[in-house]
């Protein structure tokens, strides 16, 4: 009687990537509501519609209580800027996508004619065509 030849099983074996991809699945689920990026700024309650989430994330530039600018683009760590400093970024940012909006993120404390300047600096200097405010929601005006 002649043996039987077992042909060799070509296949991959894809349930350990599964486990591995479900276990970093739950690690982020974790994790990323941990994560809290940007700059510690009270903002002032209003009423407002926020934007649509199929838009491209807006650059934003900060403002501290103690009046020191900031720019959040992706992952940067934040750094206080001068406001020419600030301009300057917003500007490169600016050549790499000319559609770029950006959001002002003042302080309640910061005084009003701080953020008009900073929303006139980007405007004016760096030529951004849609600058908005950022608030936290309040529940009745």
Known sequence: MKPVRRRPIAEINVVPYIDVMLVLLVIFMITAPLITAGV?????????????????????????????????IGDSRDEALEARQLVALVLAHKELNPEVKVMINGDRAVPYDRVVKLMVLLQQEAGIESVGLMTDPSESL
Not at 53 to 70: C, F
């Open 40 to 72: 510690n700024v009270d903002l002032p309650e209003a009423s407002a519609e926020p934007m649509p989430a199929d838009e491209e994330p807006p650059l934003i530039a900060s403002i501290d209580a103690s009046g020191n600018y900031y720019l959040s």
